[in-house]
């Protein structure tokens, strides 16, 4: 999910078709008994950490309004230019290897996702992977926009299925959001930097691990939220938010219905942050007590795809994620995409 700009393609998209009508027959967990977790997590943030101005909150225009409302960030990192996706990805990752209690010639897979610094080659993974020193691992790139770390972990636990000797992944989302909002926008003070890892490993318990994932895909949204050559900077239409909350409502019914979960036995829901409008909005129409409802976009602003992999990996640092606890990341992204992870710590 990305802030407000400016209308996209000067009119407002229809909502995504997918979005409550997509049927989908016998519809099942997909890593329920797979062995897999995720064993480790990761985090970094740039250097400079820049505080918004408490009195400050330019009302901005029409879109600004309907997206993004009362600003609500407080701080948000900017990367300087030593800072790349790769030198990001590299400390958020040795930080999930520590945790998972890996060294770098284990891992058999590295997967990058960013959406903010593509470019036609080379890929960022690569490049990653060797200055981590994962020389032996398959690296690759991943986007789907702010979804990305869910596209990550579903190919990551993918591979891994089909690859019997192998035993760890690397799902990298790191990102420079600050480079694809309009300077002097209200859009700019909403967006940060930074850089989350999780490991995907092999070894659950019985009732432990990587339940589920789901990402969908719905080119009918593909103009709610654009960033088109040549300035690169995003626009987001005005109905964002409403589809968004759509797109919300259709991956919850979803996910818990082919996991026999309710919504009240999930310990922790870790949405990709999107504006405080759409915290809202998810919150009231699935029901999520707040204190469950974790984020920190205020403190850290919007991150795209690494936004998932930093909270977590501040919770488990804090001691606030623990063994057992039920976890839920859902995540909508342009294109349009929207997706999630099931897991039990």
């Given at each position: ?17 997918s979005?409550g ?8 967990s ?5 062995g ?6 990761g985090?970094y ?8 101005e ?9 879109v600004?309004?309907?997206v993004?409302g ?9 990367a ?7 030198y ?13 209690g890996?060294?770098a010639d ?12 593509r470019q036609f080659v ?11 020193g ?6 690759f790139?991943?986007?789907g ?14 591979h891994?299925?089909t690859h019997a ?7 990298v989302?790191?990102e ?7 300077p ?14 999780a ?8 009732g432990?691990?990587?339940?589920d ?6 080119g009918s949204?593909?103009?709610?939220v654009?960033?088109?050559p040549?300035?690169?900077?995003i ?5 964002l ?6 797109s ?6 979803r996910?818990?219905a082919?996991s026999?979960?309710k ?5 922790w829901?870790?949405?990709?942050p ?5 915290h809202t ?7 999520i007590?707040?204190?469950?409802f974790?984020?920190?976009y ?11 992999p ?5 919770m ?7 063994a057992?606890d ?9 294109g349009?995409?929207?997706g999630?992870l099931?897991?039990?710590?």
């Amino acid at each position: 999910m990305s802030p407000a700009d400016s209308p996209a393609a000067g009119r407002p998209p229809a909502p995504p078709h997918s979005t409550g009508r997509r049927e989908m027959h016998d519809e099942t967990s997909l890593w329920r008994e797979s062995g897999l977790r995720l064993s480790g997590f990761g985090h970094y943030y740039p250097r400079l950490q820049v505080e918004n101005e408490s009195a400050e909150d330019p009302a901005g225009n029409a879109v600004d309004e309907a997206v993004i409302g009362r600003l609500d960030v407080r701080s948000r990192h900017v990367a300087d230019e030593e800072e790349t996706p790769a030198y990001m990805g590299v400390r958020a990752a040795r930080a999930a290897m520590e945790q998972a209690g890996i060294t770098a010639d284990e891992v058999d897979l590295l997967i990058l996702s960013n959406w903010t610094d593509r470019q036609f080659v080379p890929e960022w993974a690569p490049h990653t992977a060797h200055l981590l020193g994962a020389d032996r691992a398959l690296a690759f790139d991943v986007c789907g926009a702010c979804t990305g770390f869910v596209h990550g972990v579903q190919t990551a636990a993918a591979h891994l299925g089909t690859h019997a000797t192998w035993r760890h992944a690397l799902v990298v989302s790191s990102e420079r959001f600050s480079r694809r909002v309009r300077p002097g926008s209200k859009g700019e003070l909403i967006v940060g930097d930074a850089a989350g890892a999780a490991v995907v490993s092999r070894g659950a318990g019985p009732g432990a691990g990587l339940w589920d994932s789901l990402l969908i895909s719905d080119g009918s949204g593909r103009e709610t939220v654009t960033v088109y050559p040549p300035n690169g900077w995003i626009r987001s239409s005005r109905e964002l938010v409403s589809i968004a909350a759509d797109s919300h409502a259709d991956l919850a019914a979803r996910m818990l219905a082919r996991s026999g979960t309710k919504m009240d036995e999930i310990d922790w829901v870790v949405p990709h942050p999107g504006t405080g409008q759409l915290h809202t909005a998810v919150r009231e129409r699935l029901g999520i007590p707040e204190e469950r409802f974790v984020t920190n976009y205020e403190t850290r602003a919007n991150t795209g795809s690494a936004s998932v992999p930093i909270v977590l990996s501040e919770m488990a640092r804090e001691g606030r994620l623990k063994a057992g606890d039920l976890c839920y990341t859902p995540t909508v992204g342009s294109g349009w995409y929207y997706g999630g992870l099931l897991f039990r710590v």
